[in-house]
């Protein structure tokens, strides 16, 4: 393991931790008070949000118009992949940024608009991230590890810890995998999703300040998500070196 390795290594254990420290009491709160709210809608509303989210990232995720524009040499080194996914990190985020305070400042009906556009926003990021890293993409099993990226950004705490667990020695469970999205708990992913948004971005429905507070959630949603990608393909990458010595 090179001094680089060495360094991202400490960066990932320390990342860890804090995905599997306890909830605060705060976020415990937070969480029971979104559950109460839950409890409120009708099923039937959540059978159609959860109708609605899942054609949507299906879409995205297992169509074939996502493609990876950039697909660095199979002899770069990771360094240099880790320079390409912080730039193009960055580039997301402004993008996002600005798509967020356009729609927050057009209204109600925009601000609701942005939600499925953020979505794209997300998923071509992380198409991007899995090719700068070297992972084909067209492989199902690497949509999946996608998909589980996402949810594990944009979920509470103990849904957090779970996706994590579940992620670990990914490379080793690949035979297992499904080999279609229609086992996946779409309920769970839409309602973490959902409500871990819902906090975020509420404020971007009100008049005046919807568009700067459209603009910096988005920014900071989108950092949030590319962080966890390059956390999560961290842990691969490394897991693979252990695995094969």
């Known amino acids: 393991m090179d001094r ?21 009491l705060m976020g415990n709160i937070a969480t029971k008070v979104q559950g109460k709210i839950n409890s409120y809608i009708p099923q039937k509303v ?4 959860t109708a609605t989210i899942k054609q949507m990232i299906k879409a995205v995720l297992f169509g074939s118009e996502i493609t990876s524009s950039d697909i660095p040499p199979a002899e770069m080194s990771l ?15 402004k993008t996002g940024a600005a798509e967020g305070g356009i729609t927050g400042a057009g209204g109600f009906l925009m601000s609701m608009a942005d939600f499925p556009i953020l979505i794209a926003i997300k998923m071509k990021l992380l198409y991007e991230i899995a090719a700068l ?29 779970k996706i994590l667990s579940q992620m670990k020695n990914w490379d080793e469970k690949l035979i297992l995998l499904p080999e279609s999205g229609d086992q996946f708990d779409w309920q769970t992913f839409q309602q973490e999703y959902r409500d871990y948004i819902d906090l975020a971005k509420l ?3 009100l008049p005046v300040v919807g568009a700067a507070v ?7 949603l989108i950092k949030k998500l590319g962080k966890t990608a390059m956390m999560s393909y961290r842990m691969r990458i490394l897991e693979y070196d252990e695995l094969i010595r």
């Open 4 to 24: 680089y390795q060495q360094q991202i290594a400490l960066e990932l254990e320390f990342w860890k931790l804090e995905v599997m420290k306890k909830p605060s």
């Open 46 to 49: 959540h059978n159609a949000i």
């Open 79 to 93: 360094i240099h992949r880790e320079a390409l996914v912080k730039a193009k990190i960055d580039s997301y985020c």
């Open 133 to 161: 890293y070297g992972f084909n993409t067209s492989d199902f099993r690497e949509r999946l590890y996608i998909l589980h990226i996402f949810q594990l950004a944009f979920s509470s705490k103990k849904g957090g810890q």
């Open 203 to 205: 404020a971007q429905l």
């Open 214 to 220: 459209g603009a910096v959630a988005n920014y900071q």
